[in-house]
Nanobody, 123 residues
């Protein structure tokens, strides 16, 4: 069992940056693939980024590639999402998720989810 708590969301203007953090409980953080998802009002939750257990591999949605960077610090049980050049269409609730195993997946096949943090980008 792992609990995930996101932080770092807020209201920013287009072009600004934000860094989201997701702190995980437990001593087995390094055994999980970690992912970030987001859900805009009236839309389904969508994949944003994922990172391998040792941080050696990452994968991004096309919509954020080149602007967002996912990273992790296994010593701190934390995964990050650095978001640069934010756009109004990046607005939504951002969730982190943990998945047992090695495979980076882009769908909902994650085992644990956080409560989410709101990101609002004004134009």
């Amino acid at each position: 069992q792992v609990q995930l708590v996101e932080s770092g969301g807020g209201l920013v203007q287009a072009g600004d940056s934000l860094r989201l953090s997701c702190a995980a409980s437990g001593r087995t953080f390094s055994s999980y693939v970690m992912g970030w998802f987001r859900q805009a009002p009236g839309k389904e939750r969508e994949f944003v980024a994922a990172i391998a257990r040792n941080g050696g591999g990452t994968f991004y949605a096309d919509s954020v590639k080149g602007r967002f960077t996912i990273s992790r610090d296994n010593a701190k049980n934390t995964v990050y999402l650095q978001m640069n050049s934010l756009k109004p269409e990046d607005t939504g609730v951002y969730y982190c998720a943990a998945r047992v195993g090695n495979l980076l997946v882009t769908d909902n096949r994650y085992d644990y989810w956080g409560q989410g943090t709101q990101v609002t980008v004004s134009s």
